[in-house]
């Protein structure tokens, strides 16, 4: 009597079974976020040639009158923040010193300026003030639709978990393209056409980038 005995599967035939599957479930998590980086992207690339409206903005501006002289930059983001309808701490200030200037045949000492600027994906806040003023310059922009996908594309104005999100698509990019890169080659090809594969990707890549620079 012969005896038939099931073999059992080899490790390397259950690497490539889990590689296969973390592969798809990998992508499936994280296609919307790959989806929205490529639409941005290919926008991006082509808003010139294509006549693609990717950078409209709207401005408005707007005189914010000041009270009392403020402090420095906190105090008076505190003071303008409530009539913007933001957070003082959304601002991030900069300081351009005092300095002299030119003024017809003598100069002139121009005061410390203030910026102040608050950004998330769909609004830009900049306020301009020269210290001693009673007024500042406010100036909202607003995207329009492919600028406001482009800005969460480059995560300006966005909080850590959106950029957490970011760097997670990034990463599981890389290992979406590594992890297909090995499957194809463990499936549809030597190492030997592997390596030609990916030295010539290589190789193409750098002399576009070359070229382009």
Do not use: C
């Amino acid at each position: 009597m012969i005896h038939l005995h099931h073999r059992p599967p080899s490790h390397r035939g259950n690497s490539q079974k889990w590689l296969r599957r973390i592969h798809a479930w990998f992508g499936m998590a994280l296609a919307a976020m790959l989806l929205l980086f490529a639409t941005t992207g290919f926008l991006l690339n082509h808003r010139a040639v294509m006549k693609i409206p990717a950078l409209d903005r709207k401005e408005v501006t707007q005189l914010l009158p000041v009270e009392a002289t403020p402090a420095d930059p906190a105090a008076l983001a505190a003071a303008l923040a409530p009539a913007l309808g933001l957070d003082a701490a959304s601002f991030k200030p900069r300081v351009e010193p005092a300095k002299a200037v030119g003024w017809g045949e003598g100069d002139i000492r121009q005061p410390e300026r203030w910026i102040l600027r608050a950004d998330t994906p769909s609004e830009t806040v900049q306020i301009d003030y020269w210290a001693g003023s009673r007024q500042a310059e406010a100036k909202r922009t607003k995207p329009n639709l492919w600028l406001y996908l482009a800005r969460l594309h480059m995560s300006i104005g966005t909080g850590p978990s959106w950029v957490l999100m970011s760097d997670a698509a990034a990463l599981g990019l890389a290992f979406l393209g590594l992890s297909g890169f090995w499957l194809w080659g463990r499936l549809h090809g030597s190492p030997r056409r592997l390596a030609l594969l990916a030295s010539g990707g290589l190789a193409t890549a750098t002399a576009l980038a070359w070229i382009a620079g």
